[in-house]
Structure formats: structure tokens, C-alpha cells
């Protein structure tokens, strides 16, 4: 179901559905990821891990390992350069700090997680290598660990950066602890409002570390060749982060190292950081081979970054007629093991759905044993949100008011200021909630005992950044567009489609390529929902330049001006003789005798992202004897600015629609005493199936974006936020109980139930 706001000129290519220009490579298996790299001479690498979650490295040896037959070169952190203690950005999410990146790729005098790297082999084969791990002798100091953020806040927590003072609103505090940055949000008189208010809501929310959960595990191959220039095939969000992180790490320039990405089988924020690329770069440069790294699925999960598991209080002042007065929370994020949770994104986005004069938000980043963190689809807004949430329905049922009326009542609307100061520019919350409300959804009867309906909102900023994009035209009229944006959620698609749209051709007729990082100009990651935004906005502006160059030439074979020449729908015209036509094929075949070979491009930043809204609505059943929640019916409805193509855009918000409904029922890390992963299988790790979930229905609400050529917003993020708090609130409605802590798995429900009859 589509709801789209009125347009005129609307146009040829967005928003049709046309076949995925690499839909027949993906179907036929031709489409070639980063474990299908197989150059000549390769030998594999392997990682020796801690066992321990915490623990002081007194020694390694490797002398055995290498001995073992087929084993080639062994690295340790000795052999990484060090590292200057300087912060970069990745792209999205918080800015980290090289020192502890390069600590995280190669453990040096502490581990501080089951499953950091300490040492890597190379050898002829994945067994060999495998075998050679138990030959390399590591002692350790075993040191106590913790697991939570509130645990690791207590003043008698064991540290586990000796060196690292917390920052509190910006200034170096000189006290060694565990919480790496302490940040506040601050609007009006927070406690002024609470005295204002006539009613005041209370609650205390936690959620568990969750992995993104993608299919295919991080492979890279490395080539250090003689000359000191470096190859990497790469499964990653943003090969140009690859290529700075790694020059960083193994001492080179940026100019001395090729990324080429490869197709990559999801990421979702995941699949950001580096892992292995240094490692396997140092293990090619001993042996003079290329070397690939794949993680096993057990890998996955224990030592790459999930997101974080959180804790959250939070308070909320009302009046009698439904009026929200007054709002504050405390956020203690997990880190993991190095400082850079996306606290502050959570705390950026979790009240902006309302217009509140008086907030006050204290944000934790709090570093502990498990593995650093890394995005998960709208960074840290899942888990703040839930806590928002939740508060509210409980103060609409107080009230006795209408859930969606009473986020009507206190909508943010265009030139409300966001958390962060801010003002929005045009956005579509009150066109989402409308919607929402009148769906027929909403409007339908629940009929089981067991049964309830709850409803949620979520917010995402968005992202811009930079992009670059060309097109090269082709004789017969079609063109080549290379862009620096690895494809993920169909942005290859998408980005083709707005220079088909510019150019008058078809969408077949773009034949959209991902570029390494020699052959197109830097790219910021793919995240952060900015991708068709901003490379999107990339390729309109290359087809542009297309445009005007086409015109010159035009232009002389008319022997007129390039401003007698008009362009609409794929043909040119002459203002004052509209008779005379040319068409962009036409001309493109004529390219060598009006100048030669033509190519537009385009590097861009832009500004002015448009923020997205999301609300959906949730049904479930209980089952009495187990716990077990069951999801009845699921209406997702978001505001995407212009759905470029919306079979795309339906996807994106099913997929973000169902991992939040894996975070609110299923999904979490089980840890060990000690600090291992219990469940690092897909067997124990429980995500979400088809045989879980109804269809999950999808409303487009279209109010474009003011500041984008074709109103374009982010879609893959927003989606994923309101899932948790949404099934919480049909939980309570179902079978009156609130639970403040996810998943809502059936032994914690059927507890919870138990403890309500009692």
C-alpha cells in the first residue's frame, strides 16, 4: 500500500519497479563475493583467540607453530606499527581512536574479551593453519571481568583501559574509570517542568547485545606485493574506510593500497569496522603471497561488533489533557571492549518524535569484557526508543487517551527543534501518525483472550556525507555510472535510476558499477541511510554534467548557442525551431565527430539530510502455558521523502520491521561466568524466520525531502526502532503485564505472568 503526496512533473524512472540490474547474477550465483577470491600462490590465515574476557598477555610463543608443515609466517601485535592515539571517523556511528582499532585487530599487553585476536598463522591450507593454532603457547594473567554497563560504572568495577579518563561534557575529568565520555542534552528547565507537570511516569528499561545477524561472514584476500603496494579484496560497507584504517595500521599511504569491494551478503552497520585486512596484509608482506582471512559463523558473533546492550532510565512529566511537559533519561551504553557505542545517536533520536520544551538526557559510553561494538541499523535508537516508548503507552493508558492521539497531540512538526538543537526542516511525522490512524488496521477487532495490540514510533536523523559518481556514454546511447557506494538494500538500483531519470533512458539502459578505490573518488560508507541520498544525488548531478556537455555539441551541429537548446524525456530541441529534434541516443552516436568520448561526474557533500519518521502497529497472541509471544499482524508505515524504487523501499522497511522483532522476542548474547558467548550459532543464536512472522505490511508515506533533487530521505533505518517498544505495549495489552527488559522470550514472559498472579 502506497500513500504518496501530490507532485506535479512527477517523473518517467523514479518510483516504477523495474528488474534489479544485478538480480540475474544474484539468482544464478555468478555474483562474486570476497571468499571467492582465489588468486594463484594463495595461502590462508587463520586467528589464535583468548580464551579469557579479561587478561594481561605476560608472553607468546611461536617458535612450534612455526615448524608445524605448511605453516608459512605468524604475526603479533609486534609486528603492527604503533599507532597514534588520534580519532577518525568510520562513517557512521561515534568517532574511534586508532590506538584502540589497532588493539582490537591484534591484542597487545591485555585482552579483554573471549575471542580477541592475539596472534595470526598463515599456511598452505585452512587446516594447517588450524592445526598450528594450538602450538602457539600464550600465558596469561587472568583478571576479573564485567559484563554491563551499570556493573562496570560501580567505583570498584575492574578497569580495563588502565589508561583511559572518563570525558565528561567535553572536558578530560583526570578519573580513571570505565565510562569513556559522558555527554548531556539539555532544553529548558527540566526539573521546572516536572513541577509544572500534573502527572509524572517513571520506568527502568534494559536491552541485551545483539548481533546484525547478516549472512555472510567478513572474508578479505591481501596482496603485499614487492613495490610496497597492497591489494585487498574486501566484504565491507565502505572500501575507502578500509583503505584509510589499514594505511593507518600497517604504516602506508593511502596512495600505496587498492580496495576492491566485492559483493557483500548484508551488513547493516556490521560490516563498517576493519577486522582482518591488517593482519592478512602483514602475513602477505612476510611470505610475498596473497593471504585470505574468512571468519567462521562462531567467529561472527564472539568477536565482531554487535550492538550494544543498554540501560536506561527514564522519566516523563505530563499534564491532565495529554501534554507532554517535561522529559529525562540516564543511557549507560555498552561499549565493549574500546570506547564508541552510539549512545549519543540513541540519545539524539529517542524523544524527537515529540515537541518537549524541557529535556535533560545524560548519555554513558561504558567500555566492558565482550567484543567493541559497532552500528546496527539506526546506531543506539532501538534501545533508547524502547524505553520512550514503552513510558508513553503506559501514560496513555493512565490517561485513558488514544496511543496515537496522544503522539498527534505532541508531534514535532517543520521548525520544532530536535534534540540536539536543531530545527527540522519538513518532515512527516504527523503525516505517518494520520496515516496510521486511519489505517484499517488500527480499526480492525482483536477477538483471542490472549490477544493485544501496540503501537510505537521511531526516528532516524539520516546521513549525507560524500559521494562521487561518473557516467561514461556509449555509442548506442546507454551509459556506464560508476560510483564509490557499495550495494547494499538495492542502491545500485537506486542511483542508476535517478541518472536514468535525468537522462530520458530507460533504467536498463544505466548499467550501474561499484568502483574500487582507484577508479572513483571517495565514497563515504554505505550507512546511515545516506547512500540513495547522497550518491543517489551524485549520479543526478554526473548526469547533469552529461546534459550540459551533450548540449555543447548540440549546440555546434545546430550552429546555435547551448542556451537555444532545450532537454526533456531523452530528446533535444532548438527553442526557436521546435521541429528540430535530437534524441540522446542520436547523438550519443555521434560522439567522435562532435568531440570524442564524454563523461560526466560529480563529487558532492550534501547538506540538509532529511530526518525519517516511522510508526507501526503490532497484534499478538500469548500462549497461556508457554510464554510464547506470536505476532498476529504487523503494519509498518514510514516516511520516505520519494520512494525511487518502491519494491526496494517495501523491503528495506520488512527487513528493519523484522530485526527488531528478532531484538524484542528473541535475540541476545548469552555470557558465560567468564565471559564467553553461550549461543555463538545460529542454531542457539535465535533470529527471526519466515515461519515466525505474518507478512509484514508496508505503508509509504512520501513527503519528499525539501533539499533533495527528488525528495529522497533515508529508508533503512527508521524502521527498526519502533518494533521493540511496539510488541512490549501488545504484550501489556494482551496480558497486562510490562517488562522492561528484552527479549520477551516465552521463559521471561511466563515469568512475568507468574509474578502478576501472584
Not at 369 to 381: D, E, L, V
Not at 557 to 577: S, Y
Request: charged share 20%; glycine share 10%; proline share 5%.
Amino acid at each position: 500500500m502506497t500513500t504518496t503526496v501530490d507532485r506535479p512533473n512527477e517523473p518517467n524512472v523514479v518510483g516504477t519497479r523495474p528488474i534489479r540490474h544485478d538480480g540475474v547474477d544474484k539468482v544464478t550465483g555468478r555474483a562474486k563475493y570476497a571468499a571467492d577470491v582465489h588468486p594463484s600462490d594463495l595461502l590462508h590465515g587463520k586467528t589464535l583467540r583468548s580464551p579469557h574476557a579479561h587478561a594481561r598477555i605476560k608472553s607468546i610463543d611461536v617458535s612450534e607453530a612455526l615448524k608445524h608443515p605448511g605453516v608459512k609466517a605468524i604475526v603479533t601485535s609486534k609486528d603492527l606499527p604503533v599507532v597514534p592515539n588520534i580519532p577518525v571517523s568510520l562513517g557512521e556511528g561515534p568517532m574511534v581512536n586508532l590506538k584502540y582499532v589497532s588493539q582490537n585487530v591484534l591484542a597487545q599487553d591485555k585482552v579483554l574479551y573471549k575471542g580477541h585476536p592475539v596472534a595470526a598463522i598463515a599456511a598452505d591450507d585452512v587446516h594447517a593453519a588450524e592445526e598450528a593454532l594450538s602450538l602457539i603457547k600464550v600465558e596469561y594473567e587472568v583478571l576479573s571481568s564485567v559484563m554491563t554497563a551499570p556493573e562496570a560504572m560501580k567505583d570498584d568495577a575492574p578497569i580495563l583501559i588502565e589508561t583511559m579518563t572518563t570525558k565528561s561534557l567535553g572536558q578530560d575529568t583526570g578519573k580513571i574509570s570505565n565510562v569513556a565520555t559522558h555527554t548531556q542534552f539539555v532544553a529548558g528547565d527540566v526539573e521546572k517542568g516536572f513541577e509544572e507537570s500534573d502527572l509524572i511516569f517513571e520506568g527502568e528499561y534494559t536491552t541485551p547485545t545483539a548481533h546484525q545477524g547478516y549472512i555472510e561472514p567478513q572474508s578479505n584476500t591481501v596482496l603485499w606485493n614487492s613495490n610496497d603496494e597492497v591489494t585487498i579484496w574486501t566484504s565491507n560497507q565502505g572500501h575507502f574506510g578500509v583503505r584509510q584504517n589499514t594505511s593507518a595500521l600497517i604504516g602506508l599511504p593511502v596512495s600505496q593500497i587498492r580496495v576492491i569491494p566485492m559483493e557483500i551478503g548484508g551488513g547493516f552497520g556490521g560490516k563498517i569496522p576493519i577486522y582482518q585486512e591488517p593482519t592478512a596484509a602483514f602475513l602477505s608482506k612476510k611470505t610475498g603471497r596473497p593471504v585470505k582471512m574468512t571468519l567462521t559463523r562462531a567467529e561472527v558473533l564472539e568477536a565482531t561488533g554487535p550492538g550494544s546492550g543498554t540501560y536506561t532510565r527514564v522519566k516523563m512529566g505530563v499534564n491532565k489533557d495529554g501534554r507532554i511537559v517535561s522529559a529525562k533519561a540516564f543511557l549507560a551504553f555498552e561499549a565493549g571492549a574500546y570506547p564508541g557505542s552510539a549512545v549519543n545517536a540513541g540519545a539524539m533520536c529517542m524523544l524527537n518524535m515529540y515537541k518537549i520544551d524541557n529535556i535533560l538526557i545524560d548519555a554513558n559510553d561504558v567500555v566492558v569484557n565482550k567484543p567493541k561494538t559497532s552500528a546496527y541499523r539506526a546506531p543506539g535508537a532501538p534501545q533508547a526508543t524502547h524505553a520512550v516508548e514503552c513510558l508513553v503507552d503506559e501514560i496513555c493508558e493512565t490517561l485513558g487517551m488514544d496511543p496515537i492521539e496522544f503522539r498527534l497531540k505532541n508531534a514535532t512538526k517543520e521548525g520544532d527543534r530536535q534534540t540536539n538543537g536543531v530545527p527540522f526542516g519538513n518532515i512527516g511525522n504527523i503525516d505517518v501518525l494520520e496515516a496510521a490512524k486511519a489505517s484499517p488496521h488500527y480499526k480492525a477487532e482483536l477477538s483471542g483472550k490472549w490477544q493485544g495490540r501496540g503501537v510505537a514510533s521511531g526516528f532516524w536523523f539520516n546521513g549525507g556525507g560524500q559521494s562521487s559518481a561518473s557516467i561514461s556514454v556509449n555509442a548506442d546511447g546507454t551509459v556506464q555510472l560508476v560510483t564509490g557506494s557499495v550495494d547494499i538494500g538495492g542502491t545500485r538500483a537506486a542511483t542508476a535510476m535517478q541518472a536514468a531519470e535525468v537522462l530520458g533512458l530507460r533504467a536498463d539502459q544505466v548499467n550501474p558499477i561499484v568502483g574500487d578505490t582507484s577508479s572513483i573518488g571517495y565514497t563515504g560508507v554505505t550507512g546511515g541511510s545516506r547512500t540513495a541520498f547522497a550518491t543517489g544525488w551524485a549520479a543526478y548531478d554526473a548526469a547533469q554534467d552529461v546534459v550540459s556537455q551533450m548540449k555543447e555539441r548540440v549546440a555546434k551541429l545546430w550552429e546555435t548557442t547551448e542556451i537555444e537548446v532545450e532537454f526533456a524525456d531523452g530528446v533535444f530541441t532548438r527553442k526557436d525551431n521546435l521541429e528540430q529534434r535530437i534524441t540522446f541516443q542520436e547523438i550519443s552516436g555521434r560522439l567522435m565527430e562532435t568531440g570524442g568520448p564524454l563523461m560526466g561526474k560529480s563529487s558532492v557533500s550534501p547538506r540538509g539530510v532529511g530526518a525519517s519518521f516511522a510508526h507501526h502497529i503490532v497484534d499478538v497472541e500469548v500462549d497461556e502455558e508457554t510464554g510464547k509471544v506470536d505476532i498476529l499482524r504487523y503494519t509498518a508505515l514510514q516516511d520516505v521523502g520519494k520512494a525511487i524504487h518502491p519494491s526496494y523501499v517495501e523491503g528495506q522497511i520488512q527487513g528493519g520491521s523484522v530485526q527488531g522483532v528478532g531484538w524484542a522476542l528473541n535475540e541476545e548474547y548469552f555470557m558465560s561466568d567468564d565471559g564467553g558467548m553461550l549461543n555463538s550459532t545460529l542454531l542457539d543464536y535465535r533470529m527471526p524466520t519466515s515461519l515466525d512472522l505474518p507478512m509484514i505490511d508496508t505503508v509509504i508515506i512520501e513527503v519528499p525531502s525539501s533539499t533533495h533533487p527528488f525528495g529522497v530521505r533515508g529508508v533503512g533505518e527508521a524502521n527498526i526502532v519502533p518494533p521493540p517498544a511496539a510488541i512490549a505495549n501488545a504484550l501489556h495489552d494482551a496480558v497486562g503485564i510490562r517488562m522492561g527488559r528484552l527479549p520477551m522470550n516465552p521463559i521471561a514472559v511466563s515469568a512475568a505472568v507468574r509474578d502478576r498472579e501472584e
